[in-house]
Structures are given as structure tokens and as C-alpha cells.
């Protein structure tokens, strides 16, 4: 049971680090498209903090990346059923599925595993590509 726990708190801080990532993305491409710094822009304003901050919420298999009122991904905790299409196995912890609805994830490939290098590649401000 122990290990259970520390698996999911470790998956946890990876959650938090991929909405943080998605965060920074969003300024980056802000700082990028309105040519002013993000502190400049109008997404700074207290109003539409919440339109950009990115949530997660923890589910019996996933976390849901959440951001204004939209499902932009998730992370697998305990790997359901279905088939990873790429590699013709199950899903592992810490893969990154991208969304098919508020409720579902796409179940066909990961787009990459939180516990591996280079999983950045495949997350966007926009959600998990």
C-alpha cells in the first residue's frame, strides 16, 4: 500500500509540473503573438487569470488538466483497459493522453510518459497534443 501512495504522490507533483509548463507556454506564446511581455498583456489582468491558470483534478484512473471550463488532458494513475495503438500494450503510469471529451481520454497511443525525458515535446498551452 505504501508504494501505491508514494506512486501517486510522485505522479501528483508531475501533474502540477505539467500545468505549470502549460502556464508558461501560454506566456511564452502571448509574449510571441501581442509582441508586449505577458505582464503587459491583457491576460495579466486579475479578470482573466482564471481564463490561462491551468487546474488538475484527480479521478479514479486520471488526472483531468483543466483550463477554462475545458479538458486539455490527461494523466494516467492506474492504466485502464485499452490499448496503447503504437505499441500494441497497455497503458503505464504517468502517460500523457490527450483529451476526447471532458470525461475521456483518447485511448489511442500516449503521447508521451511524465516519468521519461522529452514528455515537453508533446504538451502545449492548448492541452496535450
Known sequence: METINLTEKLLEAKAME??????????????RCYDETFEDSM????????RWKVTFEK???FFRFVRDGSCNGFLVINPPKGIDNKTGEGFNRGDLLMAKSWKAPAKNFARGNVLDEGWEKNVRWTGVL
Open 59 to 61: 479521478g479514479r484512473n
Open 18 to 31: 505539467v500545468a505549470a509548463f502549460m502556464e508558461a507556454d501560454f506566456k511564452a506564446y502571448c509574449t
Open 43 to 50: 491576460w495579466a489582468k486579475e479578470e482573466n487569470h482564471n
